[in-house]
């Protein structure tokens, strides 16, 4: 048997000052939705970081990887040069100095001829 009192489908404990109890439960129940909405608010911001980060991350791999490139093309044409002139200097010298000469000739000759010129 069931007593009238009681009221059926009330909360356990809240038999005769429903109202007291429900103005806690609406606080209680607000304050949850605020904080619910402020905890909200600091996901959808740090997602938005987080992909900010993401596509950040994502251009810097690729400015890594045509960094990566580029210097294997330059190592490789260092190679290359420091094996000519691995070949020269296993030549005669005065045929290196020879060279030396001349292009100095040419570079004195050009910087004069810019001078005059002005």
């Known amino acids: ?17 429903s109202g007291y109890a429900n103005s806690g439960y609406s606080a209680c129940e607000e304050e ?5 909405e402020s905890l909200r608010n ?3 911001a740090i997602k938005s970081l987080s992909i900010e980060i993401g596509q950040e991350v994502k251009h810097h791999n690729t400015l890594l990887a045509e960094m990566d ?8 044409f260092l190679g290359k040069t420091m094996g000519k002139l691995k070949i020269i ?24 001829w810019i001078i005059k010129l002005r």
């Open 42 to 44: 600091k996901v959808t």
């Open 69 to 76: 490139s580029q210097f294997d093309s330059t190592t490789g």
């Open 1 to 17: 048997m069931r007593r009238a009192g009681l009221g059926e489908g009330a909360a356990p404990g809240n038999y005769g000052n």
């Open 32 to 36: 949850n939705e605020r904080l619910t």
């Open 89 to 112: 200097s296993r030549g005669s010298q005065t045929r290196l100095l020879c060279y030396m000469m001349l292009f100095s000739l040419f570079v004195f000759f050009v910087i004069y």
